[in-house]
């Protein structure tokens, strides 16, 4: 069964650099969800999308931003980095709200 | 408070033994309650779900919900040394928008 898909799989950045974080939903899920987890820490919900629209949003920092495009991939995008912003992070999809699959994560180290 | 506990072990158990999970949770207004596993550099996985209280068994796996103490559970019996992995308890937040995690168990089946 096709799962979520997440690009790229691992990512080098220096500070105050930028960096896209791209997600493929399961074929026919229609919300996006981002999350973040530190090392040794559970996942923290970032953002999610509904039908494109953002439908919730939690600890996302300013120099963050994401969208859901019309063929429901979304993207992360993340400015100024900071050595902090280094983490895991994962993209869940779902059908309407329902159970979450998560994909298998955007490893982002920040030097 | 945190809106889900979660002890973070780490949990050592030989093969065979059976294994107990528990989380607790702060709003009595919950009603969904899941466990995921996630093996080392990857995504969560969807283990189980229940809703209310009760139980639900699948295979080796048990999930149990206590609402009048709050209390959730996930039992291995005759745990293998490929259940070594987190296991993170969650609840879905504000119509399922956001899963909440408990900050994950780390387990390890000793052959």
């Known amino acids: 069964a096709a799962g979520v898909i997440q690009s790229p799989r691992h990512l080098i950045k220096e500070k105050r650099e930028t960096a896209t974080l791209k997600c493929y939903p399961i074929?026919?899920?229609?919300?996006v969800y981002w999350y973040q987890q530190g090392p040794g820490q559970d996942p923290q919900f970032l953002i999610s999308?509904?039908?494109?629209?953002?439908?919730d949003k939690g600890s996302i920092p300013d120099r963050f931003s994401a969208q859901q495009f019309s063929d429901y991939h979304s993207e992360l995008n993340m400015s100024s980095l900071e050595l902090g912003d280094s983490a895991l992070y994962f993209c869940?999809?779902?059908?309407?709200?329902?159970?979450?699959?998560f994909g298998p994560g955007t490893r982002l180290t920040v030097l | 408070q945190k809106e889900v506990e979660q002890d973070p072990g780490p949990l050592s158990v030989p093969e065979g033994a059976i294994v107990s999970l528990n989380c607790t949770y702060s709003?009595?207004?919950?009603?969904?309650f899941m466990w995921y596993r996630q093996y080392s550099r990857k995504g969560p996985e969807l283990l189980m779900y229940?809703?209310?209280?009760g139980n639900k068994e699948d295979g080796r796996f048990t999930a149990q919900v206590d609402k009048s103490s709050k209390y959730i559970s996930l039992f291995i019996r005759d745990s293998q040394p490929s259940d070594s992995a987190t296991y993170l308890c969650?609840?879905?937040?504000?119509?399922?928008?956001?899963?909440?995690f408990g900050q994950g168990t780390r387990l390890t089946i000793n052959p």
């Open positions: 869940a999809s779902s059908l309407a709200g329902s159970w979450q699959f």
């Open positions: 074929p026919r899920h229609d919300t």
């Open positions: 999308f509904y039908e494109k629209m953002q439908s």
């Open positions: 709003n009595s207004a919950f009603q969904y």
């Open positions: 229940t809703y209310s209280s």
């Open positions: 969650a609840i879905p937040i504000q119509g399922a928008q956001k899963l909440v």
